[in-house]
């Protein structure tokens, strides 16, 4: 039994959340959740900062569930990626000034290390996960020291994977083929940025936010899965939330961990609800509560058993 930090979040995090452990229930999945809240509060100095039993349980489980804090039918029939991006640095470095008055100076950073570290995961998932292809999405054509570094390593890298196959590709071709054929994609890996972007236009391509889940895999083992939709105050206590992105986050942390075949059970009874069409949320086109969808998923999973 391992414990995993549960972050039920706001808005609809709650019911969301509360689905997702009532899936992981009728798997069987080895798990404990110990809940915790990540509203800020004042600390020394009048800073804000994250409640010290929420960092003390992340720092304890190093896993952790995300629910959000304070979607439409995709024409994509067959969309099956993966967008895996530097979290640490790059544009969001957070390193700006001012020059002169009207002029401000951004520094865009990118570490060999990062860049290492990242393309290294990058082939890793894609061995583990019976994926064919690596394509680094990269703007070394205009920034070439930058991104150029970047792009290096991960062709150092790809030396060490042959049985993956190895493409780069410019961020601007990348979006444009995307919506054109997004099936032709299967890992990419980028900077920080450009990461930020295409997840989203990914997300888009397969429905929506409300769909999708993320994960933040640190190199000193500790991670933390979310569903990085909203939280949707409209809806909040009116059992119509979509779960889905969290679910799917939760089936992403249960790769993590090592549990794959409770991973794919859940998996497998979400996307057979979905599919069939008969149980689903509002966003997903149907009229059915948090609980009803709730509640024929766990069915599934049962009956997977």
């Known amino acids: 039994m391992q414990t995993v930090t549960l972050i039920p979040g706001d808005g609809i995090g709650p019911e969301i959340s509360s689905a997702v452990v009532k899936i992981f229930q009728a798997a069987n999945a080895p798990v404990s959740w110990e809940e915790r809240n990540v509203t800020a509060i004042k ?3 009048g800073r804000w900062m994250i409640p010290p039993d929420a960092k003390e349980s992340m720092d304890r489980s190093k896993i952790g569930l995300k629910g959000p804090l304070k979607t439409p039918i995709t024409p994509y029939t067959d969309v099956d990626l993966v967008t895996i991006r530097e979290n640490t640095e790059g544009e969001y470095s957070g390193i700006e000034h001012q020059i002169v008055d009207g002029v401000v100076q951004s520094i865009k ?5 990062a860049s290492r570290r990242i393309a290294e995961y990058a082939f890793e998932y894609a061995r583990n996960n019976q994926r064919s292809s690596v394509t680094a999405v990269h703007k070394a054509n205009i ?8 792009l290096r390593k991960c062709r150092e890298v790809a030396e ?3 049985d993956i196959k190895f493409t780069e590709m410019y ?11 997004p099936t032709q994609f299967d890992v990419l890996v980028m900077p920080n940025l450009y990461g930020d972007i295409l997840s989203d236009l990914c997300a888009g391509l397969i429905g929506g936010l409300g769909v999708t889940p993320s994960g933040n895999i640190g190199a ?8 990085v939709h909203g939280t949707a105050p409209d809806i909040a206590g009116l059992d119509l939330a979509n779960p889905t992105a969290l679910l799917l986050s939760g089936v992403m942390m249960l790769r993590h961990m090592g549990l794959h075949d409770h991973a794919h059970k859940i998996q497998k009874a979400c996307f057979d609800t979905i599919r069939e069409k008969k149980v689903l949320t509002k966003d997903l086109g149907g009229n059915s509560k948090c609980s009803e969808f709730t509640a024929d998923i766990c069915r599934r999973v049962q009956d997977l058993d």
Do not use: H, W
Request: aromatic letters at 8%; proline letters at 3%; charged letters at 20%.
């Open 43 to 45: 600390g020394p100095g």
């Open 143 to 150: 920034m070439r020291m930058s991104d150029g570094l970047f």
């Open 109 to 113: 950073l990118i570490t060999e290390n």
């Open 160 to 162: 060490s994977y042959k």
């Open 171 to 181: 961020l601007d071709t990348v979006c444009l083929n995307m919506v054109q054929d």
């Open 220 to 227: 000193n083992g500790v991670a933390i899965f979310e569903s």
